[in-house]
């Protein structure tokens, strides 16, 4: 008997639903790989019959196990396409695809472009960064401080950018490492993924404004989708609290170039993107974080509601290495900003949150009775929301006004210190597009 058609999602979270509904809909049967349950409230819930099979995966960090649930998944099915945007499911999304015969970033590409240690050397032996780097071992040995500049301490295999410490002393080195070992990763999978290689790698640090890339890769040809711009929390600016997405910037061009050039050198084959670039005033781009795996968050949701298109179909078209059609990228759009908010000050317990309602995929990011830590971290987000406008200045208004309207245990946010945001000096601007043969149909 013929084996049936399935895509395959590698631990099936958030707005990955939006391309396991498109699969869906082109008639394949969905399996999900996953360690987390399926999520069953909120936007991204998984509605009852759209996943046909989920296979339980115990620990993606152990390859026995990884490989043979991979060998069991290709015998039952024809394994048509594949989606993930978690890091330590990557390598086994590209040796399903392998298998399959889809097109994919080889084993060897994912594994060495997650390892950030192996990413700065050949870029900086390249001459495609300028930034130093020593395995955290060779830095303990250090007697002075051997950069010119400040360093930034993170994993080797790093993600949700967890256990990242900037450092400019011998001193301060030993401190971060300390830290590490002290501080508690708390999402499982994470923690997992980070500890399973162990390695931290010391990098200089880069200067400007830091803004990310979105890509979508068919069969080596980068297709440029977007530029998305940051919003951080005013008071620590390691605090990610938002995103904009088209975001027109003046050094479009040299960002767009290097940022091919860094695909091109780590053998990116296949898939969608997410790069983290620094840009200085002069528009000199440096590579801080080369994901190979599409945005997270609600990125689908927001990239769809800015382009006025369903990105699902592209996020699924890649997944079964068919070309997508990124046109829309270079058509007028509208804007989206995606926020994420922090509970205010002093706040020991979540109960509720609601949200405006004009707000695009609105979630809670804690569940009522959780215990909040008191601290505005990263980790401690109560939710997130989209919104939209027709101008890039449209958008941000709207963002940072409904920021103030979400209702917390009862009260309106406003305009609390853990809700005042910093961004970069082109988020909210209307710029040019960087396409000149916007709005022409041919
Ligand atoms: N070399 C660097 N220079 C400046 N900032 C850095 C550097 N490396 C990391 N960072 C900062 O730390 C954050 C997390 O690092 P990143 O490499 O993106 O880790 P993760 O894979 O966990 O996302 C980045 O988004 C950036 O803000
Ligand atoms: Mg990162």
Redesign the pocket.
Known sequence: MARQQAFVLFELMNAMVVTAREAKARGHRVVALNHDPLRDSGPFAVADGLVDEVVHVESWADQAEVDSVLKDVASRYEVVGTHSVFEATLPAQAALRTAAGLPTTSVADVRRVLD?ARVRAKLYAEGLST?KSVPLDVALGWTRWEFDRAA?L?PVN?????L?FEVSTTAELHDAVARVHSVHVVNPLMREYIFANGGFVL????EGE?LSVESMVHRGHVGFVALTGRYVLAADP?VEQGTQIPYHHPHHDAIVARTEAVHRSLGIHHGGTHV?V?VDDDGTVEL??FNPRSAGFGSPVATGAAFGIDYGKVLTDIGCGIEPDLSFARRDSGFAVEMVVLPPPGATEFRSIEFPSHCLAPRATKSPGERLTGRADQLDAIGMFIVTGATASQAHEAGLAARREVVFNGARLGDNPNNSVAYSTFIGQDLPSPFPTRNSDG
């Open positions: 950030k930034l930034v993170k790093g993600t949700g950018s967890a990242c990098e200089e640090k880069a830091l390691v983290e620094m801080i974080d």
